[in-house]
T-cell receptor
Framework: GAVVSQHPSWVICKSGTSVKIECRSL??????MFWYRQFPKQSLMLMAT?????????EQGVEKDKFLINHASLTLSTLTVTSAHPEDSSFYIC????????????FGPGTRLTVL | KNEVEQSPQNLTAQEGEFITINCSYS?????LHWLQQHPGGGIVSLFM???GKKKHGRLIATINIQEKHSSLHITASHPRDSAVYIC????????????FGKGTHLIIQP
């Protein structure tokens, strides 16, 4: 069965609105979750590392005020795309790293965001 | 230059053929992942390697740490194997997140 879930699986929103994407670890507690983004015909790119109980670590070029990450519990991380623009349209995927296996990541099914 | 290079970018083969996808990387790594992405976008982790060889069903993955190279093989390929196969590395001592190749788009024709 699925180890990681994401919600919603797809979302269409108007420019200027905010969208929240949830990533849940179903089988284990995860102190670390990752958020990736994939533009059409491009490879996945790491956006940020979400750490339970502390601030997320953002990759260079990713605006932390635009992509708000909250990792409030050991099983849930949320990514909020604030004031979304059409260029934010992308496929957003989270992954979860079990605490005991630092080389392992389990991926969520992804969320396709379309901003009109 | 991307830290992770995959070849070929696109591959079309006939059902039953033996498939090889290659991945080269330029950094020291602690692990390498092979992932499968279907048209809907969801990603499935196939293998995680830090040395040697792993086999799961018709899939085989190998890695040569000295040469910074890994291969994914599919034996007796089937149309349901059609997908994008992605190589990703976890840098040793670097960022915790994975660095991905651009993927190999595989089509197996009946």
């Amino acid at each position: 069965g699925a180890v990681v879930s994401q919600h919603p699986s797809w979302v269409i929103c108007k420019s200027g609105t905010s969208v929240k994407i949830e990533c849940r670890s179903l089988d284990f507690q995860a102190t670390t979750m990752f958020w990736y983004r994939q533009f059409p015909k491009q490879s996945l790119m790491l956006m940020a590392t979400s750490n339970e109980g502390s601030k997320a670590t953002y990759e260079q070029g990713v605006e932390k005020d635009k992509f708000l990450i909250n990792h409030a519990s050991l099983t849930l991380s949320t990514l909020t795309v604030t004031s979304a623009h059409p260029e934010d349209s992308s496929f957003y995927i989270c992954s979860v790293r079990p605490g005991a296996k630092k080389d392992t990541q389990y991926f969520g099914p992804g969320t396709r965001l379309t901003v009109l | 230059k991307n830290e992770v290079e995959q070849s070929p970018q696109n591959l079309t083969a006939q059902e039953g053929e033996f498939i090889t996808i290659n991945c080269s990387y330029s950094v020291g790594i602690s692990a390498l992942h092979w992932l499968q992405q279907h048209p809907g976008g969801g990603i499935v982790s196939l293998f995680m390697l830090s040395s040697g060889k792993k086999k799961h069903g018709r899939l085989i993955a190998t890695i040569n740490i000295q040469e910074k190279h890994s291969s994914l093989h599919i034996t007796a390929s089937h149309p349901r194997d059609s997908a994008v196969y992605i190589c990703a590395v976890l840098s040793r001592g670097g960022a915790d997140g994975l660095t991905f190749g651009k993927g190999t788009h595989l089509i197996i024709q009946p």
